[in-house]
């Protein structure tokens, strides 16, 4: 059942009394563990009027501000303008998943990892309000609303003087789902790359296509799989899609034993160290060179017999992928960082 036909679990005097409150300072939220959680959720598929302060944000980081971002919106000229953005360099737009925000480590990571390239502009989606927890279903649903206004953001830097080709959109769970949106809704032209790490799968699997990344949404679609099944999308839906260590739960170094060893009061990394192995994956991959070497095969179980094809050169899973891999591919990490063997 799509988000558009899903029954309302409101009246319509309850909805209006939800969209007021949404307006009003808060809602009261609380970080837990690096996962944030509020009191109500911001359902904006019904509370249709975005805070474009609040609700969704692009942040900017570069070189010369790594530190403290710039805040970009759409039409506000004199910040993008007095900003770091160099429209000469590649530009990599991240979106972040369910319960994180901009300043998640999981956006951090990503954010680090780049700028000891240098050379990039690192645009960090902030939509912590309409992602919190536990509100999942809302989260969900609120992505089609991120991707499509992340597009017209997109479109807006393209009219200033983005070069669309140097721009690749990474999105971690819910928000590979975003990257998916964004890519079907830009305007001026084709996003050439959309990687999604670990793509979220639960509600997702049955909803349209439309709502959901998939290899139309871009020129390239590169995926990791890392739980799949669990919160991980189950299947294929790339140009070429990774399965480290089978793309399933638990990785290696993620059984609750071994995470409880390592962090003793854990809460929420039990519960989401295999999934969140893909962007540890992918931000590793950006600075450790022809790393995460894959083979194609035709399934993990021919893969770890040695019945792929021998001849075949290796790929590389995440940054340097080479952009005409196509179909599945197998590889085994360690269990912990460096992942890469």
Not at 17 to 30: A, D, E, I, N, Y
Not at 145 to 154: D, L, P, Q, R, T
Not at 221 to 226: A, K, M, N, P, S
Request: net charge neutral; charged share 20%.
């Amino acid at each position: 059942m799509s988000p558009e036909t899903h029954p309302a679990v409101t009246t319509p005097t309850s909805t209006l009394f939800l969209c007021f409150l949404t307006s009003l300072p808060g809602p009261p939220g609380v970080s837990i563990q690096d996962a944030y959680v509020q009191l109500f959720p911001i359902d904006r598929s019904v509370c249709k009027q975005l805070d474009y302060v609040r609700d969704i944000t692009f942040d900017l980081y570069t070189r010369h501000n790594p530190i403290q971002p710039t805040v970009l919106r759409i039409g506000d000229d004199e910040a993008l303008v007095n900003s770091h953005f160099n429209f000469s360099e590649p530009s990599i737009f991240f979106f972040h998943a369910f319960f994180e925000s901009s300043t998640s480590p999981t956006a951090t990571a990503i954010r680090t990892a780049y700028l000891q390239r240098k050379q990039h502009n690192i645009i960090l989606l902030n939509a912590q309000r309409m992602e919190a927890g536990p509100w999942y279903l809302t989260a969900a649903r609120n992505t089609r609303v991120v991707g499509e206004y992340s597009a017209k953001f997109i479109d807006y830097l393209v009219s200033k003087g983005l070069h669309l080709p140097s721009l690749h959109l990474i999105g971690l769970s819910l928000g590979a789902q975003m990257a998916g949106v964004t890519g079907q809704n830009v305007k001026s032209g084709r996003i050439s790359r959309i990687t999604g790490l670990d793509p979220a799968g639960p509600l997702f699997s049955k909803w349209p296509k439309s709502l959901k990344l998939d290899r139309s949404d871009a020129e390239f679609v590169d995926v990791i799989h890392t739980d799949a099944g669990i919160f991980g999308y189950p299947r294929a839906i790339g140009h070429v899609d990774f399965w480290p260590n089978a793309g399933i739960s638990p990785q290696p170094g993620c059984t609750v034993r071994e995470v409880k060893k390592r962090n003793p009061d854990g809460i929420i990394e039990p519960v989401f160290c295999s999934h969140w192995r893909s962007y540890q994956f992918y931000a590793e991959s950006v600075v450790s060179e022809y790393s995460f070497l894959s083979m194609n095969c035709e399934s993990w179980k021919h893969f770890k017999t040695g019945e792929c094809d021998p001849e075949q050169t290796p790929v590389s899973m995440g940054f340097l992928v080479h952009p005409h891999a196509r179909g599945n591919y197998y590889l085994v990490t360690r269990s912990e960082s460096p992942f890469s063997y």
